[in-house]
């Protein structure tokens, strides 16, 4: 992406195709930043019940016999319901998932300006690779809660620094941020459901969207 001459300010318009070549290259950059930038927030937001649903499959204590008297009174009675209940909601996730980023809105701003916009962006990526990995392979909820909280920080310090680094560059890059940050929604959502249907466990959906988070060093 190419930097304008003047900051906080209209930029001097660039003739012929090459001028309409940058904006559109600087558009299309600031979609992709938007896109992978909320890309692992919204995973986790549409993972939130097979996280929790993965650890009381490993936590499960009771015995086979149990199980098959559980389905067969299940399977018999008028009364049973249809919910599946968990010691841990799916409140808990989206907590998790929501929190981090409201904090570093609020608070960030007055010390982000004092660190510099590489090592954001490294630390933001290796947030939201973490956030997979720990997701992917904990052992316990509160690692997975862990992982949400990543992908939480990644997404509100990204968002922070890309919209601060866009005053460097034409103000129409805005439209290209609000527009990716959007089809992150749409596509997070999409792929991992899609991946769930083609029958790829949610481990192994999981690690397969790590490549996201590294686009952001690519770009």
């Not at 319901?81 to 909601?89: A, H, K, R």
């Not at 466990?201 to 988070?213: A, D, E, H, N, R």
Request: glycine residues 8%; aromatic residues 12%; neutral net charge.
């Amino acid at each position: 992406m190419e930097r304008t001459a003047s900051v906080n300010a209209d930029p001097t318009e660039q003739p012929g195709s090459h001028g309409r070549c940058v904006k559109w290259r600087n558009w299309i950059g600031f979609w992709l930043l938007g896109l992978c930038n909320n890309f692992a927030y919204v995973v986790m937001l549409s993972a939130a019940h097979d996280i929790l649903e993965k650890q009381e499959s490993k936590n499960s204590t009771s015995s086979a016999s149990d199980k098959l008297t559980v389905d067969f009174r299940a399977r018999n009675s008028s009364n049973s319901s249809g919910y599946d209940c968990s010691p841990v909601t799916t409140g808990a996730v989206l907590l998790a998932d929501i929190l981090p980023t409201l904090i570093i809105k609020l608070f960030a701003p007055f010390v982000i300006h004092k660190v510099p916009y590489g090592f954001r962006v490294l630390f933001c990526v290796a947030m939201a690779a973490a956030s997979f990995l720990l997701v992917s392979f904990s052992s316990a909820v509160w690692i997975s809660l862990v992982g949400v909280i990543f992908a939480s920080i990644s997404s509100g310090l990204g968002e922070l620094s890309f919209l601060s680094f866009s005053v460097f560059f034409d103000r129409n890059v805005l439209e290209g941020w609000g527009s990716g940050t959007g089809a992150a929604g749409v596509a997070g959502s999409f792929l991992y459901s899609g991946l769930i249907q083609a029958g790829l466990s949610p481990q192994i959906t999981l690690c397969i969207m790590l490549v996201v988070p590294f686009a952001m060093v690519v770009r």
